[in-house]
């Protein structure tokens, strides 16, 4: 329900104001006088509602339509250039007058606004501008700290991505104000020598969960498990970092950088579970059979000459191993016995009784072309989809 001094508004900018009707000197001056009232009388439709009995939902459902009111004919009235010197001035009064209920519904009664809303072009530029100020000190701090330059873009990534855009919500612009105001302190009081694992530390506090930064954690992790050789001690590692992470999980009421996308206390834990359940297996699979001293006869069983049967070419089973090989689901071990085992053990249309030759396998593994790589996209995209459609 639109509220009359929020009507009367709209039938000043999008009607009277709109170059294309010609407002007369008269018209101008009324508006200029009566603008002042409807400031006033926007206030007290606010302090109205803050004070009535109404349930708190039905205050903050129409102070979010005033909001929403309030931002839209900022828009409109942004639009409006090369006016006459006497509609700049009510362009401005207007402006004024709208901008002041706009922000006293966000910053004097915050519970009630809606932070998930675009914010209007005009309070964007000036917070892009706010940002873009900060952006050249964190830059300079960057740089000054010899930050490695893949952290530099992750640390830099949140406030470039708005930049350039026309608007953006004010929660993600809150979100990146405070972001930026912390950063410049963290980079102001760290050494050269820890300013990597300090910038690591706040990023994750912060919640700032791109995909980027929980990938570069990612990659942070797995380095440094790759630098232990016993696979028992990996998992000993592994243990001791899951158990590190549950104890330093950030509070959950603070804001996430992506809203709506996943935590990266939750993106990191389930990582780490699933790296804990592959590392068990793989130690269960390298522990020693035991042979039994009296194994029973064994029955004779007929020799089955069985190979694994592909739909896919040659050239394509070969592209599809080197995939498994090059993403650590294979363990390739001694890579020319990995290829006549394949060769050996594998069967594609068109493969004739003898098998695959291995020389032939490998130069298929070594050479893809792009018409082998789409076969096995489409392929694994199938794949994809059946694993979507059962979870």
């Given at each position: 329900?639109?509220?009359?001094?929020?009507?009367?508004?709209?039938?000043?900018?999008?009607?009277?104001?709109?170059?294309?009707?010609?407002?007369?000197?008269?018209?101008?001056?009324?508006?200029?006088?009566?603008?002042?009232?409807?400031?006033?009388?926007?206030?007290?439709?606010?302090?109205?509602?803050?004070?009535?009995?109404?349930?708190?939902?039905?205050?903050?459902?129409?102070?979010?339509?005033?909001?929403?009111?309030?931002?839209?004919?900022?828009?409109?009235?942004?639009?409006?250039?090369?006016?006459?010197?006497?509609?700049?001035?009510?362009?401005?009064?207007?402006?004024?007058?709208?901008?002041?209920?706009?922000?006293?519904?966000?910053?004097?009664?915050?519970?009630?606004?809606?932070?998930?809303?675009?914010?209007?072009?005009?309070?964007?530029?000036?917070?892009?501008?706010?940002?873009?100020?900060?952006?050249?000190?964190?830059?300079?701090?960057?740089?000054?700290?010899?930050?490695?330059?893949?952290?530099?873009?992750?640390?830099?990534?949140?406030?470039?991505?708005?930049?350039?855009?026309?608007?953006?919500?004010?929660?993600?612009?809150?979100?990146?104000?405070?972001?930026?105001?912390?950063?410049?302190?963290?980079?102001?009081h760290t050494s050269a020598t820890n300013v990597r694992e300090s910038l690591r530390s706040f990023l994750y506090q912060v919640h700032y969960n791109t995909e980027q930064f929980i990938e570069f954690l990612k990659k942070e992790y797995r380095a440094d498990m790759g630098r232990i050789k016993d696979l028992h001690d990996q998992l000993s590692f592994l243990v001791r970092v899951h158990g590190h992470l549950r104890k330093v999980q950030p509070t959950p009421k603070k804001p996430k950088y992506l809203r709506q996308d996943t935590a990266i206390y939750d993106r990191l834990i389930a990582f780490f579970d699933t790296e804990i359940v592959c590392l068990k297996i793989a130690i269960k699979k390298a522990m020693p059979i035991v042979v039994p001293i009296a194994a029973p006869i064994p029955v004779p069983q007929a020799l089955v000459d069985y190979k694994l049967r592909f739909n896919f070419s040659v050239d394509c089973l070969a592209y599809l191993i080197k995939l498994m090989v090059n993403a650590n689901i294979i363990e390739p071990g001694i890579k020319a016995e990995l290829l006549r085992y394949v060769a050996a053990n594998f069967q594609t249309p068109g493969t004739k009784v003898g098998g695959m030759s291995p020389g032939s396998f490998l130069t298929k593994y070594k050479n893809v072309t792009q018409s082998t790589s789409v076969t096995v996209k489409a392929g694994l995209m199938a794949m994809l989809k059946l694993v979507d459609k059962e979870f």
């Open positions: 329900m639109k509220t009359h001094t929020t009507s009367t508004l709209k039938t000043l900018i999008v009607e009277k104001m709109n170059p294309n009707y010609k407002m007369t000197v008269q018209e101008i001056e009324t508006w200029t006088k009566v603008l002042p009232d409807i400031k006033k009388e926007l206030e007290e439709q606010i302090n109205f509602f803050i004070q009535s009995i109404f349930h708190k939902s039905l205050v903050k459902k129409q102070l979010q339509q005033m909001q929403t009111e309030c931002t839209y004919l900022l828009n409109a009235i942004d639009k409006y250039t090369d006016l006459s010197d006497e509609m700049l001035a009510l362009k401005i009064l207007a402006i004024h007058c709208v901008e002041y209920t706009l922000l006293t519904i966000i910053n004097d009664y915050g519970p009630y606004a809606d932070l998930s809303l675009r914010m209007n072009q005009i309070h964007f530029r000036l917070r892009i501008d706010i940002i873009k100020a900060d952006l050249i000190k964190i830059k300079e701090k960057l740089k000054e700290q010899a930050v490695e330059p893949e952290l530099q873009v992750i640390v830099l990534q949140g406030a470039q991505e708005l930049i350039g855009k026309k608007t953006g919500t004010y929660e993600r612009l809150n979100y990146l104000g405070d972001l930026q105001l912390n950063l410049l302190i963290v980079l102001s």
